[in-house]
């Protein structure tokens, strides 16, 4: 039973509350580095990197960080890892990073990251807050990964620097502007809560405002 139920925690992440598609927090970042796949690939990967090691440390310690001051000892680690990542992609991928810009070192304020180890890992023990971590990760990693992959071929007619679509192919210019950005995440919105509602029926009254009533806002 325990290990159906840390089953259930990830695959939460992944689809039944995913962060971007369900709970719609964190999308500053993900509209913004998704007009490549090796942007939102990396991006994905970074964010999973430091939310598994900062809800680790978090429910090591949680019952030793005073109430008072449990905010800032989150964002303390959070920032301590976002670091970390920050100087691994300058060191060793040096494209990626500079592609990526501002945005690795904005990671120490994600929602995505706040809303779990405040509202999980800071109460949790440490076997739950793995599954969630990995599972909220990827969740966010595959939509950033699947969003980029549609924008980056129609805009440019190519997928991570290969020629995909035919030299005749006219780059639709839309697909890596900001408004294509939207475009295609409401497209993915959409096809989501397609989805669900054909596996679940019409007697479901999961929707976005039911799914996000309980998340946080913001980029």
């Given at each position: 039973m325990k290990s159906r139920q840390l089953f259930t925690i990830f695959t939460n992440g992944i689809v039944r509350e995913n962060p971007l598609l369900m709970l719609m927090i964190g999308l500053c970042s993900a509209l913004a580095v998704t007009t490549a796949v090796a942007n939102g690939i990396g991006m994905g990967l970074?964010?999973?990197f430091v939310l598994l090691m900062s809800e680790l440390v978090i429910s090591i310690f949680r019952k030793?960080?005073?109430e008072s001051v449990r905010i800032p000892v989150f964002i303390i680690i959070i920032a301590a890892f976002t670091t970390v990542i920050d100087y691994v992609l300058r060191a060793w991928f040096p494209d990626l990073s500079k592609a990526m810009g501002v945005f690795i070192p904005l990671i120490v304020v994600n929602c995505i990251i706040m809303g779990r180890v405040e509202g999980f890992a800071s109460k949790q023990p440490l076997i739950k807050v793995i599954p969630d971590a990995l599972g909220m990760g990827l969740g966010y990693t595959w939509v950033l990964a699947g969003i980029s992959l549609v924008r980056e071929?129609?805009?440019?007619?190519?997928?991570?620097?290969?020629q995909v679509l035919p030299d005749s192919y006219q780059p639709i210019?839309?697909?890596i502007l900001p408004p294509g950005g939207f475009f295609v995440f409401a497209l993915f919105i959409a096809l989501n809560f397609f989805i669900k509602s054909r596996l679940k029926g019409?007697?479901?009254?999961?929707?976005?405002?039911?799914?996000?009533?309980h998340s946080h806002h913001g980029g």
């Open positions: 970074s964010m999973t030793l960080i005073p071929l129609l805009g440019s007619g190519a997928i991570l620097g290969f210019l839309f697909f019409p007697g479901d009254s999961t929707g976005p405002v039911a799914a996000g009533a």
